[in-house]
């Protein structure tokens, strides 16, 4: 079973936010697979369901960016997911809008739902796709521009990166991550789409 995990923030107020990324690019992609997002549990809102015949789970953490692990980590247990089938969607500062990143491991980046989760696994050594929102203009503005809304141009950009990102995802549940990101270096996702 692979679960992929979208990283946001939940209510009304936090909708179209620049750390809501994971949930947009989650949600777009529970359409396209006919899943509905709806169970509760793990603190979280999840789908259960098959892609391209391969069992798979659509979670939405509830926790609040800073805490996601302590609802992708408990899911993980209880199904019994390994590491090596973890996704997890979020957005990325250092990314410029327009592009999406997708990596096998590596650090949190300072992104502090990936580093909850690094923390509650004991382990980096996870799949990750990072949706780019830019960088504040001072470093003192980070956390108004993460719960902040883009501009419409970015969010242009951004609404195209996430369209990758899908792709991305659609090609790794069919044929695997490595088919993916193949796909990414022949051109046939973009993970610039500036």
């Known amino acids: 079973m692979i679960l992929i995990a979208g990283l946001g923030n939940f209510g009304p107020e936090y909708e179209g936010t620049r750390h809501n990324m994971g949930f947009e690019v ?60 973890l996704i ?49 203009p001072r470093k003192s503005m980070t956390v108004d521009w993460v719960l902040g809304r883009p501009s419409r141009e970015d969010r242009e950009l951004i609404d195209r990166a996430q369209d990758e990102a899908v792709k991305f995802l659609h090609i790794a549940l069919k044929d695997g991550f490595q088919r993916a990101f193949d796909a990414l270096s022949k051109g046939i996702i973009k993970a610039d789409s500036n």
Request: with cysteine.
């Open 88 to 136: 997890v969607v979020c957005d990325d500062m250092a990314i410029k809008p327009g592009q999406f990143r997708p990596r096998i491991k590596g650090s949190s980046g300072g992104q502090k739902g990936l580093e909850n989760i690094i923390q509650m696994l004991g382990t980096s050594d996870f799949k990750r796709l990072r949706i780019g929102t830019g960088e504040p």
């Open 26 to 85: 989650v949600d777009t992609l529970a359409d396209d697979l006919d899943l509905k997002i709806t169970k509760s549990g793990f603190q979280g809102l999840y789908a259960k369901g098959e892609a391209y015949g391969q069992p798979v789970i659509l979670l939405k953490p509830l926790t609040y960016m800073n805490l996601s692990g302590n609802s992708v980590v408990p899911l993980m247990n209880y199904f019994k997911i390994p590491v090596d089938n």
